[in-house]
């Protein structure tokens, strides 16, 4: 028998419960993509094998976290739970004051209130879509300052989120510091592929906006998936943890927003975090508006619990390494068949580039909606598009045609098996096969905001 060459890793932990799947038929799956308008949002979940369209809220949740679900101190005011979870965030992150939201966007949205008037601009590392609407529903304006090498599926560079300075500097040159509340960092930049930002690229970024008195807020959405990148990648971080990694990404910012429905390893729940008592003051003033009193911000005592055990289940190496070589697994898969996917390999998901992988349909044509759609028909794994639809319109009403046009497979934590990772990749190379006879689709319905979420298509003849 062969001796095995590289020693095999496998999940830190074991199951003790599972959640029985259906397989409908090819005819079946057909019927019901048709009926959800070809947008794999409208399908219902029950029709779905194995479910990519996101990381968020879909998540295991460990058997500490559900018994932290029974310990919920379900009180109006001062929950047991929320001090728990504050204690958590303050140690772990390093911030100082803490607004619980129901998830990302209800924190987005009370930060942009809070810092952003009227003809302001708001340089970031790429725009994400909830982030970006709320910054315009402010009254401001988003400035893509990314590399361009994020914007190109087949480039290497291992930070692809880092900020590009002469992009930064040029847009404080234009507006003027004054204009700027903040730069908005995501680590782990999601539109890009799940690509993270080096701590040098942070540390330049806090060097150069204390100097103009500007901000930087934190979308820490998926900072340790970050953190293992940096401990994996950069220079004198190979034998630092990822919690001390982590501590060290947030003391370079001064507040964040966290939708703890990804990296925090919960169904729901999100924060605000400010080191600022007066941006602390005005968001706790506008949380009881817009989710709840500031020691629930929205969500159940219970939820707050198994948040804070998650936030510390989330920091351990072993996890980390655990999940991101699971998505390296299919990655790696996928190349293997020939798959032009994004590289390197990002986080959360394996980003499949459309463009390149139906050439023949142009962007009107919806070729990452179209190649969505195909891959619930092929094996019923349901995907997200990341392209011409999710980017919608200016407020102009101009269509944004992103250069990435990209199909996410978006791997929850701890939920599918190495066997699930073989049956997706061997559905893909089907797909792949057949791709020249792929027709494309056109809208029919288009909602107003955040439009990939509801629009209807139609198969083009
Ligand atoms: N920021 C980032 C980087 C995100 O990925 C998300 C959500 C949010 C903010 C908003 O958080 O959903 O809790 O309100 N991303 C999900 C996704 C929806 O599928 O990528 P939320």
């Known amino acids: 028998m062969e001796k095995p060459g590289k020693r095999s890793w496998a999940e830190p932990y074991k199951i003790k419960m599972v959640e029985l799947l259906k397989m409908e038929t090819r005819p079946q799956r057909i019927k019901a993509i048709k009926e959800a308008g070809y947008n794999t949002f409208l ?3 029950e029709d779905v094998y194995i479910d990519l369209l996101t990381d968020s809220g879909t998540s295991a949740m460990s058997d500490r976290q559900w018994a932290g679900i029974m310990m919920g101190d379900e009180a109006y005011a001062g929950s047991r739970n929320f001090y728990h979870l504050e204690k958590v965030i303050q140690n772990s992150y390093g911030y100082k004051h803490i607004i619980p939201t129901h998830q990302g966007r209800g924190a987005e949205n009370i930060l942009s209130q809070t810092m952003i008037k009227k003809g302001d601009i708001i340089p970031g590392n790429m725009y994400f879509t909830t982030t970006r609407l709320h910054q315009e529903l402010a009254g401001g304006k988003f400035v893509d300052v990314i590399i361009d090498e994020a914007h190109d599926p087949n480039s290497e560079h291992p930070f692809k989120g880092n900020v590009d300075f002469n992009k930064l500097k040029a847009v404080v040159d234009k507006y003027g510091a004054k204009r700027i509340p903040y730069v908005c960092m995501a680590t782990s930049v999601n539109m890009a592929g799940g690509q993270p930002i080096s701590m040098q690229n942070l540390k330049e970024l806090r060097a150069y906006t204390s100097k103009l008195g500007i ?7 998926r900072v340790a998936e970050n953190a293992y990148f940096i401990q994996q990648r950069e220079k004198g971080y190979a034998d630092k943890s990822i919690r001390e990694i982590v501590k060290e990404i947030c003391s370079y910012t001064d507040g964040a927003t ?35 009193l500031h020691t629930y911000g929205g969500l159940a005592g219970r939820d707050m619990e198994a948040m804070a055990i998650g936030i510390g289940e989330s920091l351990s190496d072993d996890h980390i390494r655990a999940r991101i070589g699971q998505v390296e697994y299919l990655g790696h898969k996928m190349m293997d068949y020939g798959i032009p996917i994004v590289k390197p390999i990002g986080g959360h998901g394996i980003f499949v580039d459309a463009k390149a992988f139906l050439p023949h349909l142009t962007q009107d044509q919806f070729p990452a909606q179209t190649l969505s759609a195909e891959m619930y028909i092929d094996a019923g794994v349901r995907t997200m598009e990341r392209g011409v639809v999710s980017a919608g319109r200016k407020s102009n009403g101009e269509n944004y045609y992103p250069k990435l046009e990209l199909v996410r497979f978006t791997i929850p934590r701890r939920v599918y098996t190495q066997a699930h990772m073989d049956v997706i990749a061997e559905s893909i190379y089907s797909v792949y096969q057949k791709r020249n006879r792929i027709k494309g689709l056109k809208m029919v319905y288009e909602p107003k905001y955040l439009r990939f979420f509801q629009a209807r298509f139609e198969k083009l003849k």
């Open 258 to 292: 966290m939708s703890a429905k990804k990296d925090a390893l919960v169904n729901i729940g999100g924060f605000l975090a400010t080191n600022e008592w007066s941006v602390y003051e005005e968001a706790r003033n506008l949380v009881v508006v817009y989710e709840g």
């Open 43 to 45: 399908l219902k979940s």
């Open 215 to 221: 901000r930087v807020i934190h979308d820490m959405t």
